[in-house]
């Protein structure tokens, strides 16, 4: 994308009738192009005399006719979302009016805004860096509390701050480096190799931890997701149904009658948890049955949480080893043990069942009866928990794909650096590894950047922003 001086227009509201619709325009002649067809109240009054950040109330018109009663806000350059002279007339939300307004402003001079194209300009301007202007897109698509709170840390700047710091500490040692290499038949040495090793080791934990919080941020952005797995018929379908509070799986006394996955988005204050009720894991030489088994471990494999379902009232040897098989699957998913059915459970069986089945340190064990709806809140409340820190801290969070990407090769840049530092090589191969790092750091935020970078990241935001 290619920035240009062009006046640009859009409707920035839904598309569609409502009450009120907002158009857009941005650039040079927005205000002299608006006051070609806008009438203030006062006949007199022009826009292009009032002051930035006021609002006028008036009417747009079409030669003699009055297309409609408006309020038109002027904010003028620097100080607006694009850094030009902007305008934001608010009309009625009628689909002629807005499309009638807008053919008027084309007519005047300016043209239709690509998607992104604001945003773009709000960039190309210095009012976001690349990061922010690809957090508002986020922000403009969360669709609960915690992927609103992470969008909104991008959008001011958090995720910056600390990429720019990495970078500012890096281009002061990259310059002690150099002046070494200006001097180097003087063998003198300006950059302390104790210090930078000191300062490498710290930005390889700071780069590996944004690296590695990518799986947390894109399950939060997209919602958590949460396998239900265990034996069959243990009430997986029914703990999905109680869940969602609606009869969204098969129940049956019959074994194995789930044989695909069934997924649904819960919002759990504000948190949005994917469910997704998987086949029951047993040995099976039904064959629709064994896919439904293998995708069952593939939905293990791709979950933030498991939920390990384990009937209270069963034989204790199958339900201990259904626990140790899937102990020995998962890798880095929370593990959640729930106890279910113990509203048909005797109290010896309770009990012989907590001696037999003890949750780990890292594990946490919940006794439900998902059919009776009981203890369902702690269950909740134990799924809050599992990504409390996530949401609640001031940890910053990566959520976007790109950004993933180029700390992945960030981070193998600076393990480069460090194990030079290591093996001792010459200054020459370590600047050459610290440009490389800062060439990727800068990328996110933009301070390295291409067209076609920039074309991919705008083309898929709405049109008006």
Do not use: W
């Not at 604001?118 to 669709?143: C, H, P, W």
């Amino acid at each position: 994308m290619i920035h240009n001086q062009d006046t640009i227009c859009a409707i920035a509201t839904g598309s569609g009738s409502g009450a009120i619709s907002v158009i857009r325009i941005s650039g040079g002649e927005s205000i002299s192009i608006c006051d070609s067809i806008f009438r203030s109240t006062n006949k007199e009054k022009k826009l292009a005399t009032v002051a930035a950040n006021t609002i006028h109330f008036g009417t747009i018109v079409d030669g003699q006719d009055i297309v409609d009663e408006v309020l038109v806000s002027v904010f003028r350059a620097p100080h607006s979302y694009t850094g030009e002279d902007s305008i934001e007339i608010s009309c009625h939300g009628s689909s002629y009016i807005q499309q009638k307004i807008m053919q008027l402003l084309t007519h005047s001079g300016a043209r239709i805004a690509t998607p992104g194209e604001y945003t773009q300009r709000a960039f190309m301007n210095g009012k976001l860096d690349l990061s922010q202007a690809e957090a508002v897109a986020d922000l403009i698509a969360s669709s609960n509390q915690a992927a609103h709170k992470l969008a909104m840390t991008q959008v001011r700047g958090g995720f910056s701050k600390e990429i720019e710091a990495l970078r500012y500490e890096l281009l002061n040692f990259i310059s002690l480096i150099e002046l070494e290499l200006d001097f180097g038949e003087e063998d003198v040495e300006f950059a302390d190799r104790k210090q930078l090793t000191t300062l490498i080791d710290k930005i390889c934990g700071v780069i590996g931890r944004l690296k590695d919080s990518y799986r947390l941020g894109n399950a939060i952005k997209n919602g958590i997701p949460v396998t239900i797995a265990g034996d069959t018929n243990v009430g997986k379908s029914t703990l999905l149904n109680t869940l969602l509070n609606e009869e969204r799986a098969i129940v049956s006394e019959i074994e194995g009658t789930t044989r695909d996955v069934i997924e649904d988005v819960v919002n759990i204050e504000g948190v949005a948890f994917r469910f997704i009720d998987t086949a029951g894991i047993r040995t099976t030489q039904d064959k629709i049955e064994s896919l439904g088994i293998e995708r069952t471990f593939g939905k293990i494999d791709q979950a933030n949480v498991v939920l390990l379902l384990l009937d209270v009232t069963r034989d204790l040897s199958r339900t201990a080893e259904s626990l140790e098989r899937l102990r020995n699957h998962i890798d880095q998913q929370k593990l959640i043990i729930i106890a279910n059915k113990i509203d048909k459970a005797t109290e010896e069986q309770l009990a012989d069942f907590k001696k037999a089945i003890v949750p780990t340190h890292n594990e946490q064990m919940v006794y439900i009866s998902a059919k009776a709806h009981e203890n369902i809140e702690t269950l909740r409340r134990v799924l809050l928990d599992s990504c409390k820190e996530a949401t609640t801290g001031n940890d910053i969070i990566v959520t976007n794909a790109r950004h993933y990407e180029v700390l992945c090769s960030a981070f193998e840049d600076i393990t480069r650096v460090k194990e030079g530092l290591t093996m001792g090589i010459s200054g020459d191969f370590l600047a050459q590894d610290i440009r490389q790092c800062l060439h990727h750091l800068g990328e996110i935020t933009g301070t390295i950047s291409t067209d076609d970078v920039l074309g991919h990241i705008f083309k898929n935001f709405c049109i008006g922003k």
